[in-house]
């Protein structure tokens, strides 16, 4: 089975790599490296093609006899699409458009990354795909555009595809100077070296934290069992933790109780977030969420 991974050398992506090349796929990595990191492959027997998802001849290329196209290629930050919005446009919305299109052409699976900022201003827990959208940022505006397409080309053109949403993944590969700026690994190099874990606000917002594991078990499965789903699935398992609640377990698990430097609660920060893991249970009935404290731990380890 040929699968294509856009975004590879990224976080995700990386870790897809790995995985999909235990299952026995022969992989092939477009990335530009804006964000990835061509360490992240190392070891692994997968092809890594540095080019852009703008450039429409490399992705055509690239898609040609695939089984399934996964795209992860992304610029993942909100703070970069307020700065630079066209830009995100151009490469969250565009580059999705040139993925699909080639796969269309291929007659590849697609499997298409979006994210649980398209709830945005909705504040019903827990999110349920069925929800209105209101994204907040031009970052999710894009995603929820992509999504669209997505299921747009799988309606007109019998694309078989499937829209996962990611809350907040973390695990291996994921730096704390990322542009996603993700907590967990924030925490854990911070505590890692003496300085304290920085909490905007009262520490009790809490989020639908997902082990990377778990979420490239479930993009495996989707790959080689070229799951469809004509509506997006989210990929997390209905779980609520407070970052006071993961600053506890961090001191368990590291033998210390670690310093906290409380600041002021940002602006545009969601309260909380929280997964209805229904579809997921029902396409994947054998996922299992890793638990908090092991994918802590394994974190920690990889640090
Ligand atoms: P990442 O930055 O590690 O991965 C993104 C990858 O895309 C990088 O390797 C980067 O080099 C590559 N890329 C960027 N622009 C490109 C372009 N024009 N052409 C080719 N490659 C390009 O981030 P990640 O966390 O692994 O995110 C993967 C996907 O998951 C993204 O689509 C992101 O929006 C989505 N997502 C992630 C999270 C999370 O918690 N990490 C949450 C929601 C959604």
Redesign the pocket.
């Given at each position: 089975m040929k699968v294509v991974v856009?975004?590879g050398?990224?976080?995700?992506?990386a870790n897809l790599c790995r995985e999909l090349a235990r299952r026995g796929a022969e992989v092939l990595v477009?990335?530009?490296?804006?964000?990835?990191r061509r360490a992240n492959l190392d070891g692994l027997d997968v092809e890594l093609r540095v080019q852009?998802?703008?450039d429409r001849d490399a992705v055509v290329y690239a898609c040609a006899g695939a089984d399934t196209v996964v795209h992860?290629?992304?610029?993942?930050s909100v703070t970069r699409s307020l700065m630079n919005p066209r830009h995100s446009h151009d490469?969250n919305v565009t580059?999705s458009l040139e993925v699909l299109e080639a796969a269309c052409a291929a007659g590849a699976h697609v499997v298409l990354?979006s994210?649980?900022s398209v709830y945005g201003r909705n504040p019903a827990l827990p999110k349920s795909e069925e929800m209105a959208c209101v994204p907040v940022s031009p970052y999710a505006s894009g995603k929820l555009a992509a999504e669209s397409y997505a299921l747009s080309f799988q309606h007109c053109f019998d694309l078989p595809c499937t829209v996962f949403r990611?809350f907040?993944?973390f695990g291996p590969l994921q730096l704390p100077d990322?542009p996603?700026a993700?907590v967990i690994p924030t925490f854990i190099w911070s505590a890692l070296r003496g300085q304290p874990l920085t909490v905007f606000g009262d520490g009790e917002q809490t989020r639908d934290f997902t082990f990377v594991d778990s979420v490239v078990g479930v993009l495996a499965d989707s790959v080689l069992r070229s799951v469809s789903c004509t509506r997006p699935v989210n990929l997390a398992f209905g779980t609520r933790t407070s970052l006071n609640d993961v600053v506890a377990l961090l001191s368990a698990l590291l033998g210390r109780k670690l310093e906290v430097a409380r600041r002021p609660q940002r602006a545009g920060d969601v309260r909380h977030s929280q997964a209805s893991g229904t579809s997921l249970r029902r396409l994947f009935p054998q996922a299992r969420p890793v638990s908090l404290e092991m994918a802590l731990s394994r974190t920690i380890e990889w640090v």
């Open positions: 856009t975004g050398a990224g976080f995700i992506g477009l990335d530009d490296l804006s964000t990835g852009s998802v703008l992860l290629a992304a610029v993942p490469v580059g990354a994210s649980s990611f907040n993944v990322h996603y993700a």
